[in-house]
């Protein structure tokens, strides 16, 4: 922070900055169609580029988190007297963004450690005080405008340095001496009115770092209100509030996993493109494939991408990173009107694959073919015209029963085969649904576990049986035996078994079934391991109650997919 002198002076101003902000006027509500309005351009962007930078990159750490842990705070902090990033470019970055298909930027502009990247008049732990000098969020915001991207940026509640906000050190790391939430509050509003009034207008705000407990809903929706009395059109993510429980904000924001198909509430997805946020030496980069699929499975969600780069020391983004955003920007140039301002639906995800829509066209994402084709669960419209949008032919079959799609082998893509349906109705306003009409006997039912990843809705016993491998139900880290059970509502025949494990670690397994809760379970089907596609058949049983009864793992299962079948009646 500054000299003494300097911290009342500097406090003086951000009072003074906070009291220039008009009082909140009584608004009426905003409308539905107002907010549709306001988030318009980001619906219709789909993809977005995250960017954690700071003189962390020195450390070669995670941004924040690594403070007290890895690196010690003292240490820490004062990365940033040697932190002189002479290669950095806005010119470069954002053409790189440009050409990667990105249509938005969100740049760190404060993590959990408090560092600012903007030459802020409220503290001299920022950029414009190390031997960089430069004020890389007015390069950055600048650079957009001219090249046409959408400048955001991120700014966290939290501040593990600041001698005001009450948590120390890092995540455990005890109270502070005398600290004042009031000020420290202040203080962010100096701040953000800086970013917001002097670097805008700003695209959206994604906040972060509102989980600890000094922040809470009240101080969220005032700080929500506080921001869009700087700019009444700016977006603002959930996490501006307390526990992302979608009371404050205006989208969900899963993160390192692809959130769930709904048309209803706005989310986005945050995605690094290795593994580390902030820069890492010799991190492992994601194949194309997994990033294009993982693209094309928010879209196929009615979500966003929000893919992440960690530029290094030197102010660089490492030219593997670049070479893959490049690719997938190669990609976009020929498929993007299957991205672009699309709805997800009206087919819900699946393993097998997405759907997109726009106005009357289907596009259809197969990344997997299960046979010589695929079957869709039928719409109550008639399919005028198909095509491949990727390259080839396709023969399409439409009948009460469903949908039945063809593509030569040769012609399909590796990685993302995408079908052009055309309808003769509005794709956009068909009620979605379930990919395939021969679908788990599983999928939809309820689903309970004995025991959830950290408690996580994201990863609750629902999401194994939602019909999309892209979702998952997790365990803690170090379980060893666990179950997944489900209730098929009444008694059912079947006599096979899938499963998709996220990461092979269950060494032996037992699938059980009884048709009330005060019988014993019966077995049937024992193994050892299952893996990333594991299917079995066994002589027919019949149950209301299934489960998968993990016996041993070698750490906690994840299980993308727990299905059920009939073989005979598929």
Known sequence: MKTPSGQIAALGALMAAASLVPSAAVTPPETPAQRDARMAWWRDARFGMFIHWGPVSLKGTEIGWSRSNEVPAAEYDNLYKRFDPEKFDARKWVGIAKSA????????????????????????????HTPFK????????????????????????????????????????????NPDMDRYVAYMKGQLKELVTGYGPLGLVWFDGEWEQPWNLERGLDLEKYVRSLQPDIIINDRVGHGRDGKAGDYATPEQTIGRFNRDAPWESCITICTQWAWKPNDTLK??????????????????????????????????????LNEVGTWLRKNGKAIYGTRGGPFMPSGDGVSTSKGKTVYVHVFRWPGDTITLSPLPAKITRSSVLTGGKCTVSQTDRGIEISVDPGHRNDIDTIVALELDANAESLTPVRWSPASSLAAGKKATASNVYQGETAYAASAAVDDDDATRWATDTGTKQCWLEVDLGRPTTFNEVGVSEWAPRIRRFEIEYRDTPDQPWRTALAGTTMGEHFSATFPEVTGRYVRLNILEASDGPTINEFSLRNVAHR
């Open 287 to 324: 194949p194309l494939s997994e990033c294009i699929r993982t693209l094309a499975r928010c879209a196929g969600g009615d979500g966003n991408l929000l893919l992440n780069v960690g530029p290094t020391p030197l102010g660089e983004i490492e030219a593997p990173q670049v070479e893959r």
């Open 101 to 128: 298909g990105v249509k938005y930027i969100v740049l760190v502009t404060k993590h959990h450690d408090g560092f600012t990247m903007w030459d802020s008049k409220l503290t001299d732990y920022s950029i414009t």
């Open 134 to 177: 430069r004020d890389v969020v007015r390069e950055l915001s600048d650079e957009c405008r001219r090249q046409g991207i959408r400048f955001c940026t991120y700014y966290s509640v939290l501040d593990w340095r600041h001698p005001d906000y009450p948590i120390g050190e890092a995540p455990g790391g005890g109270v502070k001496t």
